[in-house]
Each structure stands twice: as structure tokens, then as C-alpha cells.
């Protein structure tokens, strides 16, 4: 019996900036570069229509936020909700990104699900913050059924896992990455030659 293929369209998805393009580029090129990618779709609202193409008939969306940004994950919440409502047999994966920079300073975390140093620290204001915010995240990763993640495409932390775990969710060897352009790189088995276009969708 040969081995089965199965192909299946990964969008990333995330307010601009969150940090997509740089997750692919480490899963792909092994590398990291300082300053933004210059995506022609970067950082506005008048591409939903168009973001809307980008994700439809995604087999899995990795929606991202950052870690060190707020608004960011009321962001990936609406990501969420618009893929719970249009794309039902997407699985999502919630991904929270830069951890270094939370590893380097923790002041600088504003999404914390299960930081609770706080206690030890004796302030009491900010556990209780702190607590009430990891029981609303974690109510919510239950409630969409995501999986998630937290990396660095800077140190490459989780960054493999994370792609590997969509590989594998899909019992795949050749799960494909497909841009809005449908150009696509190989989460089975990456190669640096392959093209892609990530498609920031704010
Ligand atoms: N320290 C750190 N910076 C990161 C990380 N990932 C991305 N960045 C930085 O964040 C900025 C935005 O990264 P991009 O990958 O361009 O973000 P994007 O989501 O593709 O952005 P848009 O195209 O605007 O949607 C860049 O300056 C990156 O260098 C990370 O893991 N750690």
C-alpha cells in the first residue's frame, strides 16, 4: 500500500506586527530578522474582504498574538470567532509570540495565563489580576477547543513544535502552507526552497 497525502491549507492569521511572517521564516529559513517584513498587506482593516478569501477552506489557522501586547489578543479573539463562524472545520491553534521578550523582562507579559509568581511576590492586586485572567484564558482555550503554543521566532523556542503539531494533526508527510497566492512551503518536510507569501491579515 503506498503512503496517503494529504494536503491542507495553513493560514496564519493576527493583528499586524504579532509576528507571522517571522514564524515562518524561522520554520523555513532557520533565521531571524530584526525590523519588519514588508508584506503588501500589512496593517489595515480594508483587507478583511480579502482576508476573507485568504482563509477559506483553511484546514487549520494558526491565529497569533503577542504576548507583550494586549490588543493584540482581542485581536486573535476575533480571528476566532470569525473562523468559528465561517470556516467550521478549521482547527485553530492559538499562538502567543515573542516569548523572549517576556523571558528578558516579565513585566513586560500582558497575556499571562499561568503566571502566578505574583503570589510569591506578595502582590496580591496583580495575582488576583493575574488569576482572574488565567481562568478567563483558560475557560476560553477550553471553550474553542485550540491548542496553544507560545514561541519565539527570535530563539526558535516552539517554533518547530508548533508547526510539527499541525503537521501531525493532519497524519501528514506533506502538509502544505498555502498563502492567499497559493504558494506554499512543506510543514512535513521543510526545504529551504520553498516559496511562500504569508499574508498578514491584521
Ligand atoms: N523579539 C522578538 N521580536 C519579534 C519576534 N517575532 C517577530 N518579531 C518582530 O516583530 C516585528 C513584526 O514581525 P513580522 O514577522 O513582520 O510581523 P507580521 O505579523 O508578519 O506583521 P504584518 O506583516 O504587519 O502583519 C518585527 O520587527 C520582528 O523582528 C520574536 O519572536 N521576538
Sequence with gaps: MTAMRVDAKVVMLGKESVGKTSLVERYVHHRFLVGPYQNDTAGSERYEAMS?????????????????????????????????????????????TKSDLVGEDRSLRQIDYHDTQDFADGNYSLAVINLLLHWFLYWYFTEI??????????????????????AEDY???ALQYMSAEETGVDLGQKKDSYFYSCCHNN
Design 52 to 96: 476573507r478569501i485568504y482563509y477559506r477552506g483553511a484546514r487549520a489557522a494558526i491565529v497569533c498574538y503577542d504576548l507583550t501586547d494586549s490588543s493584540s489578543f482581542q485581536r486573535a479573539r476575533f480571528w476566532v470567532k470569525e473562523l468559528q463562524n465561517c470556516e467550521e472545520h478549521c482547527k485553530i491553534y492559538l499562538c502567543g
Design 145 to 166: 477547543g485550540a491548542q496553544h503554543f507560545e514561541t519565539s521566532s527570535k530563539t526558535g523556542n516552539n517554533v518547530d513544535e508548533l508547526f510539527q503539531r499541525v
Design 171 to 173: 497524519n501528514s508527510t
